[in-house]
């Protein structure tokens, strides 16, 4: 079995944290095997891709200690580069990714979910950024992303103090979407994917674009952003099906992504 697993299940794709005897903690290995997956995933057809990780006791544990303790400081720069290239490359994909947070989601594994486009999570779930605890900072963007989130000043206090939020109080954050019994956790985030997976490929590309790229600008500077993305929907058969289907007031033709 290999680090990651990789599915398809009509367009959408579930990719899995494989080191459940580690808890799916994250080390070069792995780090290294997603960003190759992520690169083939870029170019693949599916138009979902959920995330999750083996097991029901944790999604990502974090980054793996055992590695990283004797790493030189030209090892360890590597290493969180390594690391926020492959977050960054999630983050880029074409099509929106599902997090589906199955326990633990600590310090490298709460900066994958945050990777990610949307959190959903079980109820057994725990959130945190432990790193300042083992005398780092978190190496993969979660400070950032975080902050993005749920507000600068409660991401800080999560980095600072290293306290850990269970499912409900990351929810009430709106740090995840939805919170679910872990048996019925992957049900429930193809159900959201096969629903993002039935609107226009275009369309939701264009959107995730446009939100990806609005992060941090003030709103005089965001407006306008969708513009030529909007305009370059109308050049596909997608966009003249649809419209024309609710012209004429009957169901679309399944979106094509063309």
Same mark, same amino acid.
């Given at each position: 079995?290999?680090?990651? *697993?990789?599915?398809?299940?009509?367009?959408?794709?579930?990719?899995?944290?494989?080191?459940?005897?580690?808890?799916?903690?994250?080390?070069?290995?792995?780090?290294?095997?997603?960003?190759? +997956?992520?690169?083939?995933?870029?170019?693949?057809?599916?138009?979902?891709?959920?995330?999750?990780?083996?097991?029901?006791?944790?999604?990502?544990?974090?980054?793996?200690?055992?590695?990283?303790?004797?790493?030189?400081?030209?090892?360890?720069?590597?290493?969180?580069?390594?690391?926020?290239?492959?977050?960054?490359?999630?983050?880029?994909?074409?099509?929106?990714?599902?997090?589906?947070?199955?326990?633990?989601?600590?310090?490298?594994?709460?900066?994958?979910?945050? %990777?990610?486009?949307?959190?959903?999570?079980?109820?057994?779930?725990?959130?945190?950024?432990?790193?300042?605890?083992?005398? =780092?900072?978190?190496?993969?963007?979660?400070?950032?992303?975080? %902050?993005? =989130?749920?507000? =600068?000043?409660?991401?800080?206090?999560?980095?600072?103090?290293?306290?850990? =939020?269970?499912?409900?109080?990351?929810?009430?954050?709106? *740090?995840?979407?939805?919170?679910?019994?872990?048996?019925?956790?992957?049900?429930?985030?193809?159900?959201?994917?096969? +629903?993002? !997976?039935?609107? !226009?490929?275009?369309?939701?590309?264009?959107?995730?674009?446009?939100?990806?790229? !609005?992060?941090?600008?003030?709103?005089? +500077?965001?407006?306008?952003?969708?513009?030529?993305?909007?305009?370059?929907?109308?050049?596909?058969?997608?966009? +003249?099906?649809?419209?024309?289907?609710?012209?004429?007031?009957?169901?679309?033709?399944?979106? %094509?992504?063309?």
């Amino acid at each position: 079995m290999g680090l990651l *697993l990789y599915e398809e299940i009509g367009h959408v794709g579930i990719l899995t944290v494989n080191r459940p005897e580690a808890l799916n903690a994250l080390n070069s290995a792995v780090i290294d095997e997603l960003s190759a +997956k992520i690169d083939a995933i870029a170019l693949s057809k599916i138009r979902c891709l959920i995330v999750t990780g083996s097991g029901e006791r944790s999604f990502v544990a974090g980054a793996d200690i055992s590695e990283m303790k004797d790493m030189t400081r030209e090892e360890a720069e590597n290493f969180s580069a390594a690391g926020n290239a492959a977050m960054e490359k999630i983050e880029r994909l074409p099509m929106p990714v599902i997090a589906a947070v199955n326990g633990f989601a600590l310090g490298g594994g709460l900066e994958l979910a945050l %990777a990610c486009d949307i959190i959903i999570s079980s109820e057994n779930a725990v959130f945190g950024l432990p790193e300042v605890g083992l005398g =780092i900072p978190p190496g993969y963007g979660g400070v950032q992303r975080l %902050a993005r =989130i749920i507000g =600068i000043a409660k991401a800080k206090e999560l980095a600072f103090t290293t306290d850990r =939020i269970k499912a409900p109080e990351a929810l009430a954050l709106g *740090l995840v979407s939805a919170v679910y019994p872990i048996e019925e956790l992957m049900d429930a985030a193809m159900r959201m994917a096969e +629903k993002i !997976s039935a609107n !226009s490929p275009m369309g939701v590309w264009a959107a995730k674009v446009v939100a990806n790229s !609005s992060v941090g600008m003030p709103l005089t +500077k965001a407006a306008g952003l969708e513009t030529p993305l909007f305009g370059e929907c109308f050049g596909t058969t997608d966009q +003249k099906q649809a419209m024309t289907a609710f012209v004429e007031k009957r169901k679309p033709e399944p979106f %094509a992504g063309k």
